[in-house]
């Protein structure tokens, strides 16, 4: 028996070990952003399709009695609206992407703010895996402690993979671009050369004939 648990032991610490690293590769921490009375600040994240986005805000002010109001827009890389609110203290979104690209959150300060200066806005941008109701997982599916931290080790590397896969595919039409460029760039080269060519011959001929012509040569 003593030899079972630690055997149980040495496999499952590594396991939740793996399981951290893991979570911290997929999981970013809250984001802080200082509005300024006037302008606008944004927030981005490249996504791929058909993954879930999960995002909460909400203005933090020391001056509890009057809360400045901020306005919310976010927009998909093609320029949908899929979140806009104004007159806000803290709020929530939420949709499952439709399109490969960036995804753009911005935030201004709508002008009730009467102490003027900066708006400090705490933003939790989830995705993915991150994202998922794993409490309703487990309630579903009836599973929990160690089987359900494998679940969500088992979820966050198919993330990774997907994403490793979404980067791959990124990167060979990026390489298939570069590789349309430099052709550009061959082929202009080319006819740069030639123009110069011709009209360095075009010159020496008409030079020739002009000093034909008066009997220089």
């Known amino acids: 028996m003593k030899k079972t648990a630690n055997l149980r032991q040495e496999v499952v610490y590594p396991l939740f070990l793996v399981l951290c690293l893991t979570i911290n590769i997929v999981v970013s921490d809250a984001i802080w952003l200082n509005l300024p009375g006037t302008g606008t600040k944004c927030v981005s994240e490249e996504i791929q399709n058909n993954v879930v986005v999960l995002g909460d805000y909400v203005v933090v002010s020391d001056d509890h009695s009057h809360i400045p109001t901020i306005s919310v827009k976010v ?5 949908n609206n899929l979140h806009n609110k104004e007159n806000v203290t803290h709020g929530q979104f939420a949709f499952t992407t439709q399109e490969s690209g960036n995804y753009l959150a911005c935030f201004w300060v709508d002008g009730n703010n009467p102490n003027g200066g900066d708006v400090s806005v705490n933003i939790d941008w989830k995705t993915g895996i991150a994202a998922k109701d794993w409490e309703s997982v487990a309630r579903k599916e009836k599973i929990e402690g160690v089987e359900l931290e494998l679940r969500k080790l088992e979820g966050a590397v198919e993330a990774i993979h997907e994403n490793l896969l979404y980067l791959k595919s ?7 671009v570069s590789e349309k460029t430099n052709s550009r760039v061959a082929w202009f080269s080319i006819m740069s050369l030639g123009v110069c060519i011709a009209v360095s011959a075009l010159q020496v001929w008409h030079l020739k004939r002009f000093f034909q012509k008066k009997k220089l040569i």
């Open 75 to 79: 927009t998909s890389p093609y320029g």
């Open 170 to 176: 990124k990167e060979a039409e990026m390489r298939v």
